[in-house]
Structure formats: structure tokens, C-alpha cells
Nanobody, 120 residues
Framework: QVQLVESGGGLVQAGGSLRLSCAASGTIFSINAMGWYRQAPGKQRKLVARITSGGSTTYADSVKGRFTISRDNAKNTVYLQMNSLKPEDTAVYYC??????????????WGQGTQVTVSS
């Protein structure tokens, strides 16, 4: 089995920073893309940032220049450094990963979500 465990959410004032982490564990053979989505109350879950196994990144326009996604392949971990936070960044943040298991099965996995609240 595979699981993703997130950490690093919390309450921060506008203009502040937070760093989210998401570690994958279990019967992992390899990990393809990893990324972060967020969901604000009453809204759909949307992509925030994505990183491929080779390190190519994609960002939502709303976070470009403020957020940075990175990964440590040796630790099966993806990070999201969030700077210059705004109240509109308030949401539950979910990590995801495309993982090939040791049985060579492919699946997409999600973390449990971590709350980020930015006060004005």
C-alpha cells in the first residue's frame, strides 16, 4: 500500500510564508509527477503546482512568482514553499502523486489535506 502524509499547514498573516511537505511511503517502485492542489470552501479543487520526475514545473497563474515546488526523490517527498501569502490563498491543500508500486501497478494517490489560513 501507498500513503501520502502532509505537514506544514497553519495560520499565517498576509505577506508571510509557509512550507508544506508531503512524504510518500509504502510499496513504491517509482514516482512520476507530484503536485499540490487546493480547495477553498465552496469551490472546486484546483491545481496549484506540479513537478515531474525530471524536475519540470507548472504553476497556476495565481501563484507564479510566490510559490515554489520542489521534490527530493531520495526521500519520496514533495515540498511547496509559499511566500507573500495572501488571504485568497486560504484553502485546504492536498498533495498528490502518480506512483508505480512494486507490483508495477500505477495509481494516483492523495494526501489527507492540510489547512492553510492567511489572515489579512
Amino acid at each position: 500500500q501507498v500513503q501520502l502524509v502532509e505537514s506544514g499547514g497553519g495560520l499565517v498573516q498576509a505577506g508571510g510564508s509557509l512550507r508544506l511537505s508531503c512524504a510518500a511511503s509504502g510499496t513504491i517502485f517509482s514516482i512520476n509527477a507530484m503536485g499540490w492542489y487546493r480547495q477553498a470552501p465552496g469551490k472546486q479543487r484546483k491545481l496549484v503546482a506540479r513537478i515531474t520526475s525530471g524536475g519540470s514545473t507548472t504553476y497556476a497563474d495565481s501563484v507564479k512568482g510566490r510559490f515554489t515546488i520542489s521534490r527530493d526523490n531520495a526521500k519520496n517527498t514533495v515540498y511547496l514553499q509559499m511566500n507573500s501569502l495572501k488571504p485568497e490563498d486560504t484553502a485546504v491543500y492536498y498533495c498528490y502523486a502518480g506512483i508505480v508500486s512494486t507490483r508495477r501497478d500505477y495509481g494516483e494517490y492523495w494526501g489527507q489535506g492540510t489547512q492553510v489560513t492567511v489572515s489579512s
